[in-house]
Nanobody, 118 residues
Framework: QVQLVESGGGLVQAGGSLRLSCLASGRIYSFDNVGWYRQAPGKQRELVAAITGGGTTNYADSVKGRFIISRDNAKNTVYLQMNSLKPEDTAVYYC????????????WGQGTQVTVSS
């Protein structure tokens, strides 16, 4: 079992930056799919950014050009660099690690709050 712990959230003014980190208790392998999701009050959880095991990155249209997802498998850590933040980016951000061939290998962190003031 893998435990994921997010950090780096907080309160920031519009236009500012934050860097989220997700530390895994177990190994993150290069073939694991990793991603960041977010959920705003009253809304469904949505994909923000992801890296597949093959190295392909995928971003929500709303964050393209502003957010960058990266991974350091040696440190068992996934990052989300968030720039030019907007009030609509306010949400709880969750880290996810999964394997496409094993639906039981699907782990989530507890989330970290990001609040962007206007």
């Amino acid at each position: 079992q893998v435990q994921l712990v997010e950090s780096g959230g907080g309160l920031v003014q519009a236009g500012g930056s934050l860097r989220l980190s997700c530390l895994a208790s177990g190994r993150i392998y290069s073939f694991d799919n990793v991603g960041w999701y977010r959920q705003a009050p009253g809304k469904q959880r949505e994909l923000v950014a992801a890296i597949t095991g093959g190295g392909t990155t995928n971003y929500a249209d709303s964050v393209k050009g502003r957010f960058i997802i990266s991974r350091d498998n040696a440190k068992n850590t996934v990052y989300l660099q968030m720039n030019s933040l907007k009030p609509e980016d306010t949400a709880v951000y969750y880290c996810n690690v999964r394997r496409s061939w094993n639906r039981d290998y699907d782990y989530w962190g507890q989330g970290t709050q990001v609040t962007v003031s206007s």
